[in-house]
């Protein structure tokens, strides 16, 4: 007999629904059995494209009543590791959107109902899936990079547009600025570079200490002064908290350091990705730009035109090495990766959920990587608050083997 298809719940329809195709993909493997929303017009356009599904406003009424057998959340971040705790408690694996946890005894709270109950959990941190971070994650682990010393992630993006809706309300993103502080969206950035660095892998390394520095705000105020004239309860710097921009220190176990910026306020075209990662033997560089003018960037000493020091070595765009060191899920499903959407990660998300589930091994962003990289967001704010002094990440993988 056939294995059974996981029949999956959603929870938060707007997000959720970008995984129409990657769920076309999968579809022996996996069946969408309900939705829940609290918005009646969201349910209502999942049962326009999924007459079958069943539609819930209420979460708890969804677990208990919906026969599904896997949980993915998609809801406003505040919510993320409750919901997790609750659906896993309910005997359900579990697929979270970034990020993971909000403060750190979510962080230890979904650490532990995950050892407890044996389930599945991953993080959709689909930055970690794009086709060149997937080639330089193969070639770290492959040795091209010799030792890794630095790397950088950043995520540089203007979503001022999402702090109000279409209707001029407040949205969760704009309420979330005028009250935190810190490196409020991490594991776009760190996801990639901690899988480079085998962060909670054998062998690998760990995170130790971070601290984070944030400008003033501005940019969110001048919007709303923009669209909403002065007399905005939140057209002065005063109502918000959170900076336009913040970078963010970290110190690996081995002696590594790694740099994060965040910017989701400041006017400017959108970088789609920033990393850098430099080892003993090699150096690469991204791509800025959402646009094909830049290429990713590789240098590999004894391989690349030149040599370092004497100044004459030339970077080399990384495609130029696919035909050695593709990562082998872009070059086995690249095509069928690339017609899901969002550059691949939804397919390979979802891949590695069901591949998880299926063969109960370890998923490539599991609890441990989600709450490591997720309590960026609570100690940066500590941080931030005691004027940028470095505090300690905790070991949450202390009981991994
Ligand atoms: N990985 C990525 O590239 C990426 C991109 C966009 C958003 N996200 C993440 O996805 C999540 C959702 O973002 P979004 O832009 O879709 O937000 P959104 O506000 O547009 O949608 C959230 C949805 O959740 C519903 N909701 C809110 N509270 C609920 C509750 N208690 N029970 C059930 N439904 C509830 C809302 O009605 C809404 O339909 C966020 O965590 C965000 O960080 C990730």
Not at 127 to 141: D, E, H, S
Not at 152 to 161: N, S, V
Request: glycine fraction near 8%; include cysteine.
């Amino acid at each position: 007999m056939g294995r059974q298809p996981v029949k999956l719940a959603v929870v938060g329809g707007r997000r959720g629904a970008a995984f129409d195709r990657a769920l076309e993909a999968f579809e022996e493997r996996v069946a969408l059995t309900a939705i829940c929303d609290l918005s009646e017009e969201v349910l209502a356009e999942w049962r326009a494209r999924f007459p079958d599904i069943q539609t819930f406003v209420s979460y708890d009424e969804m677990l208990d009543k919906s026969d599904c057998t896997a949980v993915f959340i998609a809801t406003p971040v505040f919510l993320h590791a409750q919901q997790a705790v609750q659906a896993l408690q309910a005997g359900k694996h579990v697929v979270s959107e970034v990020f993971a946890a909000f403060t750190l005894d979510e962080c230890w709270q979904l650490v532990e109902t995950v050892e407890q109950t044996g389930l599945v959990y991953m993080m959709a941190e689909n930055y970690c899936y794009m086709r060149p971070n997937m080639m330089v994650l193969n070639m770290a682990q492959q040795g091209v990079f010799g030792e890794l010393t630095y790397a950088e992630g950043a995520y540089i993006h203007d979503c001022r547009d999402l702090m109000f809706s279409a209707d001029d309300q407040w949205t969760w993103r704009g309420t979330w600025r005028t009250r935190s502080i810190g490196n409020g969206y991490p594991t776009h950035s760190l996801g990639p570079v901690a899988q480079w660095m085998g962060v909670n892998r054998p062998g690998g390394d760990r995170l130790v200490s971070t601290a984070t520095w944030m400008s003033r705000p501005r940019a969110a105020s001048l919007y709303v002064r923009d669209r909403f004239g002065v007399d905005h309860p939140a057209a002065s710097d005063e109502s918000w908290k959170m900076g336009d921009t913040a970078t963010t220190v970290i110190r690996t176990q081995k002696g590594a350091v790694i740099v994060l910026r965040v910017d989701w306020a400041s006017a400017r075209p959108h970088n789609m990705t920033h990393y850098v990662l430099q080892g003993t033997q090699a150096s690469y560089i991204s791509a800025r730009r959402h646009h094909d003018r830049e290429d990713h960037l590789i240098w590999i000493d004894g391989v690349s035109p030149g040599s370092s020091p004497e100044g004459d070595a030339q970077w080399e765009p990384l495609w130029d090495y696919s035909a050695q060191y593709e990562h082998p899920y872009w070059r086995d499903w690249g095509a069928q990766a690339a017609d899901a959407g969002h550059g691949g990660g939804d397919f390979f998300v979802l891949k590695d959920f069901l591949d998880a589930i299926e063969t109960g091994s370890r998923p490539p962003v599991d609890v441990y990587d989600a709450v490591t990289w997720s309590s960026i967001v609570p100690l940066s704010a500590q941080s931030v608050a005691r004027g940028g002094a470095p505090v300690d990440i905790p070991n949450f993988g202390k009981n991994l083997a």
